[in-house]
């Protein structure tokens, strides 16, 4: 059984850092590529950032450039999301998701194989 368990989320002050985790379970880890995202109350899910188990690529959203970091240990089968500048709009519940990807496939957002529960992360202003 595949799982993907993400944790890491809590309460966090306008301009603080959080780092989020998501450990997978139940799969070759280096034929998947790992993503982050997120959804807010009442908006659409969106693509926050996926990274490339196989070649360490990475993708990310415009509103994560700069501001957000994915990386992976594939020892540790988890891909981390360090997010740092944070703001009261980054509220959201951030899930991880995973699809299999060959080692030349372009990071994506769409198609994703497997999802998360979600992890809660709140900004204060």
């Known amino acids: 059984e595949v799982r993907l368990v993400e944790s890491g989320g809590g309460l966090v002050q306008a301009g603080g850092s959080l780092r989020l985790s998501c450990t997978a379970y139940?799969?070759?880890?280096?034929?998947?590529?790992i993503g982050w995202f997120r959804q807010a109350p009442g908006k659409e899910r969106e693509g926050i950032s996926v990274?490339?188990?196989?070649?360490?690529?990475?993708l990310y959203a415009d509103s994560a450039k700069g501001r957000f970091t994915i990386s992976s240990d594939n020892a540790k089968t988890t891909v981390y999301l360090q997010m740092t500048t944070l703001k009261p709009e980054d509220t959201a519940v951030y899930y991880c998701?995973?699809?299999?990807?060959?080692?030349?496939?372009?990071?994506?957002?769409?198609?994703?194989?497997?999802w998360g529960k979600g992890t809660l992360v709140t900004v204060s202003s």
């Open positions: 139940g799969l070759l880890f280096a034929d998947y590529a």
């Open positions: 998701a995973a699809y299999e990807a060959t080692s030349a496939a372009i990071p994506r957002f769409w198609g994703m194989d497997y």
């Open positions: 990274i490339s188990s196989s070649d360490g690529s990475t």
